[in-house]
């Protein structure tokens, strides 16, 4: 698979990931990881679709990376998880399917409006499951995996 046509949407996955860290208040010095946390999870999700899984699983997966480069991200860094993990998830938020599930109602679609709504709360429910999966994963864990980067 050619990755060049993916590269400027990891790219403004990054930036709008960074760009959510300013909103939030994060301090300037994790904008980077910030950012290249968000493009990562982004990525894993295009990946993912492309290797055929439908957008429930590869939300699910590319959550599980979000949040475990999060965690890791804390270790590293000594802050908490949430500095990475809060604007690290905003890509994968399916934003537009809310947009669409609301249009549906408002332009009477009923039927499209619940099948819009079905996937938005499934992709929503996948966000959740892979951030209590990963959060569930021992501290120490992390610890050794970031031994090599921690600073005395």
């Keep these: ?26 301090p300037a010095a994790f904008y980077l990881r910030c950012g290249v946390i968000g493009g990562c999870g982004w990525l894993c999700y295009r990946l993912l679709m492309a290797a055929g899984l439908t957008a429930i ?12 480069l999060s965690r890791l991200s804390a270790v590293v860094r000594r802050c908490p998880v949430t500095l990475f993990l809060v604007p690290g998830i905003f890509p994968l938020v399916p934003g537009v ?10 332009t009477d679609r009923s039927a499209l409006a619940s099948q ?24 120490g864990l992390f610890r050794r995996l970031a031994g090599p980067f921690l600073r005395a």
């Design 97 to 106: 399917g809310i947009y669409w599930t609301a249009y549906y109602l408002v």
């Design 116 to 139: 819009q709504g079905s996937t938005t709360l499934r992709s929503a429910v996948a966000i959740v499951l892979g951030i209590l999966l990963v959060l569930e994963l021992p501290q």
């Design 57 to 68: 699983p590869a939300v699910f997966c590319a959550t599980v990376l979000v949040v475990f």
């Design 1 to 26: 698979m050619n990755l060049l046509p993916l590269l400027p949407e990891v790219a403004a996955a990054g930036a709008g990931t960074a760009a959510f860290a300013v909103l939030f208040h994060v």
